[in-house]
C-alpha cells in the first residue's frame, strides 16, 4: 500500500523520504514499546500519532555558525539568546485533529499541538532552568488554546489526547 502511495502522489525524488516521513506517522506493530529512555518514548509517541489523527514533526532549537561566520539561530521561537534562555519550543510541535462540539457546528479544527519528551520518570523541579524554559513555552501555547505536555511514558500521550476529546474512550 505503501509503495503504491508513493507512486501515485510523491514525486521519485522524494520516495525516500516520503517513505521515512510515512512509516514515523503508522502505529507501531505492539501498541506501546515499554519505552525505557526519552528517544523510545518520542519514537513509540511518534508512530503513534498518525492513528490518532496527530502530525507531529521534530522541532529541533539551537544555533551555530554559518560559513559566513555569521550566527544562524532556528527552531521555533528562538529570536535570541535572551529568549531561548527564557522560553524554549518543544522537541516536537503538530496539528491534533479534534472534532468541535455542535454548538460549533461540528467543524473538525487543527490545534496546535507542542510535545516536550523526558526520560521516564522525569519530573520539573525548582531548579532546572531548561525544563523551566521549556515550561514557558507550554503555558504560552495553553493560554493560546493549543495543546502542550511533557511526556515521559507513552501512555501520557493517550490519556492527553482522550483529554482534549482527540480520540475516542475505548482506545
Known sequence: MLTEFLQLYVHPSLHKAAREFLTTQLPSEAGSSGATSEAATQADVVRQSGQYRQRLWRNNNGACQGDTGRQIRFGLGNTSKRINDVMKSSDYIGITSVIV???MVGQTVGIFT????KKPGWKLTAGDKRGSAQAAYGMMVEAAGGIFAFISEPGQYVELLRRYGALPDSV
Open 101 to 103: 462540539t455542535p454548538a
Open 114 to 117: 507542542a510535545l516536550e519528551f
